[in-house]
């Protein structure tokens, strides 16, 4: 399986940014989708998460701010990332895990996609 993510970029503080990650193929372990983070020199972090089923988990650091969301169709989620923050500045990574596994632990996911840096200024 992988993970094809894209988006990201720069933008000034209060800006939007929008991320995508599509999987390449159906399978049990990539039940559930989430977003992480990893600011530079810093462990990677919880950001969001949902099934293909539905369902949307935060943390308190993005929850108002970011949204997760899915297309079915096209074995893509996204996350809308608006009123950015300086600290939300890091590379982003999507993952992939199964239902068994908690969804906010990077230790447990099964596939990464690429990470895609996210820069804001203030």
């Known amino acids: 399986v992988q993970l094809q993510a894209s988006g990201g970029g720069y933008v000034q503080a209060g800006g939007s940014l929008r991320l995508s990650c599509a999987r390449s193929r159906r399978t049990d372990d990539t039940y559930r989708m989430a977003w992480f983070r990893q600011a530079l020199g810093k462990e990677r972090e919880f950001v969001a998460a949902t099934t293909w089923i539905g369902g949307t988990y935060y943390s308190d650091s993005v929850r108002g701010r970011f949204a997760i969301s899915r297309d079915n169709a096209k074995d893509t989620v996204h996350l809308q990332m608006n009123n950015l923050k300086p600290e939300d500045t890091a590379v982003y990574y999507c993952?992939?895990?199964?239902?068994?596994?908690?969804?906010?632990?990077?230790?447990?996911?099964?596939?990464w996609g690429q990470g895609t840096l996210v820069t804001v200024s203030s």
């Open positions: 993952a992939a895990s199964a239902a068994r596994n908690r969804y906010d632990k990077w230790s447990e996911v099964a596939y």
